[in-house]
């Protein structure tokens, strides 16, 4: 594999900072792209600090955004091989480097993270929100590419790292699900995340990628699709609808709905909304240019308010949504028991903010 001069000197620079300290802490916001990125890092750093053993993954967020991800989490033990994360118990040490992967926001939500932490790299392909108050020691990577796993996966072969342990085997695998997931199915790659993707898709046995990355077909799933066609809102290449009431558990049909439509060519922008324990959320998926799309965290903002809305850009297309509570939209007592008048109103609520 084809790594550039800057990624090994990178490597080289940030291999020398590994070995200054006792031990490597790394922090992600659960999603596939995340874990293959934090278990390809900690081959790294055990393979350039030459010590096994001295790095720990914490994990934020949760592990079943979508049956992929829920499939890969059991399969490869994931909870075996990372904590989560606890805001109120963790504590920096000094001696420890702190990673964060995939993200580089320090006031990232869903970490809440009590006080300010200050991380020692930084290794992200979004934009470079939040890191302008950082100290100069803080090593950031940070390159506009399809995935985190990507960057890893370059930054092993910088360092010629062996795949040849079960770990090693696991991180491989994970990487390869990690572009394949974060690039729309690869559908949005870079020619850098298929070469990554390939060099890792080579480790899998036959049929085993397929069996890891296909969407399951649940009973529930099917409910949940039906009801969003039902209740389709569509102009300009917008397309908003609705599942209902769903548990928290079922919250991984939003993201597959709305990372299956966003594919196709005659869609600009999706939102998908659920009402969940009282809260309405809402996942967006848009093309780079279209009219959300010119900037989403903004249009979002906008729609629904800066305290409840987001989004950043992966790759060649947004990724967003918002969560606001129901109250917002409708007075609770007044609507106890009508969950068909709340669906309707919370329907007409979204497609009003985003068809404006
Ligand atoms: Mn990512």
């Known amino acids: 594999m084809n790594v550039s001069s800057e990624m090994k000197d990178w490597c080289g620079q940030i291999a020398k900072r590994l070995k200054e300290y006792s031990g490597v802490d790394i922090l992600i916001p659960f999603d596939l792209d995340s874990a293959g990125g934090a278990l390809g890092f900690r081959e790294f750093a055990q393979h350039v600090r030459g010590e096994p053993n001295s790095v720990k993954i914490y994990y934020a967020g949760d592990q079943d955004e979508s049956s992929q991800s829920r499939n890969v989490f059991s399969e490869f033990k994931l909870a075996s091989k990372m904590e989560k994360f606890d805001s109120t118990t963790y ?31 930084v290794i992200d392909h979004h934009g470079a929100d939040g890191t302008e ?11 506009a590419i399809g995935s985190a796993s990507t960057l890893v996966v370059e930054m092993l072969f910088a360092v010629d790292y062996k795949f040849d342990s079960n770990d090693a085997m696991i991180a491989a695998k994970s990487l390869a699900l990690g572009v ?16 990554a993707h390939l060099e890792m898709r080579r480790f899998f046995r036959e049929n085993e990628f397929r069996d890891l990355a296909t969407l399951q077909l649940s009973e529930k799933f099917l409910d949940h699709l039906a009801a969003f066609i039902s ?23 939003m993201f597959e709905i709305a990372n299956q439509v966003i594919k196709s060519s005659s869609v600009n922008l999706v939102a998908v909304w659920a009402v969940i324990d009282d809260q309405v959320n809402v996942v ?16 979002l903002k906008k729609c629904f308010g800066s305290r409840f809305a987001g989004g950043r850009l992966v790759a060649d297309f947004w990724q967003g949504g918002a969560q606001f509570p ?23 609520f979204v497609k009003e903010k985003i068809f404006h």
Request: net charge negative.
């Open 91 to 121: 504590k920096q040490d000094p001696k420890r480097a702190v990673v964060f992967i995939d993200f580089c926001n320090p006031k990232d939500k869903r970490f809440g993270f009590s006080e300010k932490l200050i991380p020692d790299f």
């Open 133 to 143: 108050n950082y100290p100069e020691k803080t090593f950031i990577l940070n390159e």
């Open 180 to 195: 394949y997931t974060d690039t729309l199915e690869l559908l949005m790659a870079y020619m850098r995340d298929l070469e």
């Open 231 to 253: 209740n389709l809102g569509v102009k300009d290449q917008s397309i908003v609808s609705g599942i209902g009431f769903i548990k928290k558990d079922d919250r991984s049909s």
């Open 284 to 299: 967006v998926r848009s093309e780079k240019e279209s009219k959300g799309g010119k900037n989403l965290d903004t249009f």
């Open 326 to 348: 129901l109250d917002k939209i409708i007075q609770l007592w007044n609507a106890e028991g009508k969950e068909d008048l709340i669906q309707k109103q919370v329907d007409a």
